[in-house]
């Protein structure tokens, strides 16, 4: 109701200043692990920022903090559902193509199996990319297609993972993905998880 946001509004003014985005228009989505920060827009929702979400196998997960969602829940009878959904990690991994390159392949992996039907992932080079703050990073896009949709799946997915700040042992990485090819998706699935993935930055 429109009292209980005005009451939060008011509440809000009075916590310290949120983080800034740098795409206008954005909300920033804190990851306090991660010490970053990166863009998302309006219309999707936050998750408490230490939330953690896994994906894969409890013994060997993808998991990742900072997580915002697009149309989360949108699958009836499935609250985990979502159109998009993207946060941030760390890989272990001694440069960081190799971490962006074998964090989009598992991620793909873990993400898109259907049983023990694994997606097929066409996976693009890791490509050098300069985050805000001239912070160097490696950025990788797949397109993976999903084995067997169900009646909520899209057949396809687009993927951005970038990794950065390795020391030799691992990296910070941010992943994103989202629907493609299927009714309300968003309206420029690949470009949106690009501009996300090059907001990513360290919090001030």
Not at 117 to 131: I, S, W
Not at 160 to 170: E, L, R, Y
């Amino acid at each position: 109701s429109s009292s209980t946001s005005a009451g939060s509004a008011a509440t809000s003014s009075t916590a310290p200043a949120a983080v800034s985005p740098i795409v206008p228009g954005w909300q920033a989505v804190p990851v306090p692990k991660r010490g970053a920060v990166y863009d998302a827009p309006q219309d999707w929702t936050l998750e408490k920022p230490d939330n953690i979400i896994g994906f894969g196998p409890a013994d060997d997960p993808v998991t990742m903090t900072g997580v915002s969602v697009y149309q989360k829940g949108f699958c009836p009878g499935k609250s985990s559902s979502y159109r998009a959904i993207a946060g941030a990690t760390a890989r272990k991994g001694p440069s960081d193509e190799a971490v962006a390159t074998q964090t989009a392949q598992r991620f793909a992996d873990v993400a898109y199996s259907v049983g023990d039907r694994k997606p097929q992932v066409a996976m693009g080079p890791a490509e050098p990319v300069q985050l805000p703050g001239g912070i160097a990073a490696s950025r990788v896009t797949a397109t993976v297609t999903n084995p067997a949709p169900g009646p909520c799946d899209a057949p396809t997915d687009a993927v951005t993972v970038i990794a950065t700040n390795n020391d030799g042992q691992a990296s910070v990485v941010f992943i994103a993905t989202a629907e493609q090819n299927a009714p309300e998706t968003l309206p420029d699935p690949g470009g949106t998880l690009q501009q996300m993935a090059m907001s990513f930055r360290r919090a001030a």
